[in-house]
Nanobody, 130 residues
Framework: QVQLLESGGGSVQAGGSLRLSCAAS????????MAWFRQAPGKEREGVAI????????DYADSVKDRFTISLDNAKNTVYLQMNSLKPEDTATYYC???????????????????????RGQGTLVTVSS
């Protein structure tokens, strides 16, 4: 089973930026999906962004489009989430998730991935103050 390790959380004022990292242990397949979820206290888990490593295709939650960017370093099996123009409502614990193998690309295309990916990381806390 792939192990995921998140880092990069912290506290920032509204309008600021943070970059999260998620390092994955060895994958079985050469093409996989890596994603970020978040969960704020008292709220449901939300899929934030996903990238398919096979072709770089991405998808974002509407709430973070044009502010967050997901990217990948294939050589390091690491996915990043660059978060700009942060808002207090972005405050949450952010989790990394993965789905192994090429079929996950169809979840990205259909935008159904938040329902199917398994969150495995321990999470990293992001706090945005107003």
């Amino acid at each position: 089973q792939v192990q995921l390790l998140e880092s990069g959380g912290g506290s920032v004022q509204a309008g600021g930026s943070l970059r999260l990292s998620c390092a994955a242990s060895r994958f079985t397949y050469s093409s996989n999906c890596m994603a970020w979820f978040r969960q704020a206290p008292g709220k449901e888990r939300e899929g934030v962004a996903i990238i398919y490593t096979g072709d770089g295709n991405t998808d974002y939650a509407d709430s973070v489009k044009d502010r967050f960017t997901i990217s990948l370093d294939n050589a390091k099996n690491t996915v990043y989430l660059q978060m700009n123009s942060l808002k207090p409502e972005d405050t949450a614990t952010y989790y990394c998730a993965t789905s192994e193998g090429p079929p996950c690309q169809y979840l990205v295309l259909a935008r159904t991935w938040p329902r199917y990916l398994e969150v495995r990381g321990q999470g990293t806390l992001v706090t945005v103050s107003s």
